[in-house]
């Protein structure tokens, strides 16, 4: 029920506000990201390819969104335009309010910088770097950060600190990562396939630490995956397929991520 536009108002940021006061009080939603009828199209020859065609969607700010889909449907160009890595071919994409669509490349340098971490399926550690100097590396981009200690003590890695990615698990490479995307404290977090290269229990960890952030902290966190059981856990689910979103769909009874198995 969150976010669902009612057709006869036009003002899209006037119904947001007015939606938002009437919305249930537990956890006090707020649009956060909305698109509008969003393309984004490739010229292949004599054709046009659409990778995303007319996305309109809402995440509210706080939420545990996944993205479900096969290979090939749009979920990571859908995920690139939300962090201001691509731009849209046509529609708008606004973040509280504002459109990216209008940006220019300096002003989505900085809406990345302040806004967005994101979380890879293969991690992206600097292999020559340790975690904790991985996770330091957000003070070049970004004025406030969080302590790099702290933030890998968030994720259970405190006395990990000084080990390079060679000398970590999976697992521990994934929460460094996600340690060094929280120590950003990006409003919005972005994880393309972020369990992909993990077992299950390492997954469900992952799963467990990225549902704390949206729960606890109010991040809005946006997960791609191919794990339909994934669907169990997020309070937003979008299922994207050929380009096209074929569904939203709210879920007022998430499951806790150490419920979910697969
Ligand atoms: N730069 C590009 N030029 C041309 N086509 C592209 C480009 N980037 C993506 N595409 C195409 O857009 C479509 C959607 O790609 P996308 O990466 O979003 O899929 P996906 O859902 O993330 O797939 P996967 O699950 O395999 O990661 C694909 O057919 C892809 O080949
Ligand atoms: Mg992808």
Request: glycine share 6%; with cysteine; charged share 25%.
């Amino acid at each position: 029920m969150f976010g669902k536009k009612k057709p006869e108002k036009t003002n899209l940021e006037i119904i947001d506000l007015n939606e938002d006061s009437a919305l249930s009080s537990d956890k006090n939603p707020k649009v956060l990201i909305e698109f509008k009828d969003v393309c984004k199209k490739y010229s292949q020859g004599e054709h046009d390819f659409y990778a995303l065609k007319d996305a309109n969607l809402t995440i509210n700010e706080g939420e545990m969104v996944v993205i479900l889909g096969p290979s090939g449907a749009g979920k990571s160009t859908l995920l690139n335009l939300l962090g201001g890595m691509d731009s849209a071919s046509s529609g708008h994409i606004m973040f509280d309010g504002e459109d990216l669509t209008t940006y220019s490349d300096n002003q989505l340098t900085k809406y990345r910088a302040q806004n967005v971490g994101v979380v890879f399926q293969f991690y992206n550690l600097i292999p020559t770097l340790t975690a904790y100097e991985n996770v330091a590396l957000m003070k070049d981009i970004k004025d406030d950060t969080a302590d790099p200690l702290e933030a890998l003590a968030s994720v259970g890695l405190a006395d990990h600190a000084h080990q390079f990615p060679s000398q970590m698990s999976g697992g521990e490479q994934q929460r460094t990562s996600i340690a060094r995307a929280l120590a950003k404290n990006p409003r919005l977090l972005l994880c393309d396939e972020p369990t992909g290269a993990l077992d299950t229990d390492t997954g469900k960890e992952v799963l467990k630490l990225l549902q704390d952030m949206s729960r606890e902290k109010n991040r809005t966190v946006v997960m791609v995956t191919h794990n339909s059981f994934f669907a169990d856990i997020a309070d937003t689910v979008i299922r994207v397929k050929n380009g096209g979103i074929q569904s939203v769909v709210h879920n007022d009874t998430p499951k806790d991520a150490s419920e979910v198995s697969w």
